[in-house]
């Protein structure tokens, strides 16, 4: 589809100035709610994000217990006021479907095994919605993760790449251009959308989605981005838990 807005121009700086290898600006806090095991609060361009973690503690209703291991409950959430048109509160069916992959990516790095019917309860709050929320709301539960001290192999974290800038005519695609990290405009009237969430230790993939479409080519090209902006944002990760904890080690001595 070409869109009435130029997504990109000739020099390949898009609507916001960036190149197609730029993040959005990151900024990421742990540990900002009292009450919780484990928090964090992450502004990712235009998404703000806020992710308490409890557990692991026993789960009830006790026949959602496995006598095995942990379950882990993300529970993602857009505020009504998240977005330009009011949401209706509550959980739709998108909102089911983001819980449900980010429940299964984080289970793939907690080390479950070791609380045999317990859950771990990750509530993920979107206050400010501008396109890869779902990418910033597991990053945000990996740090709050982190935080509440829940043994994990690794901190996951999210990125997404996409396409933009491509033509339709006569039914057929052409041209178009691989970008990381859709900002508002670009994953409204862009091409393609490809979330991803890797383990940064052994880029294990935990999750990936796509919405559009990608020659081979340019999945491949939009994975390496991808993946190179997650191990951009991993730093960025460690760096909010070292400040925390460095604080509180000061504030003991
Ligand atoms: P993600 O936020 O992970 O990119 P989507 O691709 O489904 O997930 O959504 C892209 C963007 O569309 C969201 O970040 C948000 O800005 C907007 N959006 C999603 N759902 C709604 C909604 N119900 N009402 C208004 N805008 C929405």
Redesign the pocket.
Known sequence: MKSDIELIDANGKRLDGRTNDQLRDVKIEAGVLHRADGSCYLEWGGNKVVVAVYGPREAIPRHTQDPLRAIVNARYN?AAFS???R?RPGPDR?SREISKVISEALEKVVLIDLYPRAAIDVNIEILD???????AGLTAAGVALADAGIPMKDIPVGCAAGKIGAETKDGKVSGGHVVLDLG?EE?NFGDA?L?IAISPRTDEILLLQM?GHLTVEEFNKAMELAMKGCHDVSKLQKDALINKYAADVEEVE
């Open positions: 857009m977005v330009d048109d949401k998108r919605a501008e396109a890869g929320t779902r990418c508002k994953d959308d979330p919405d």
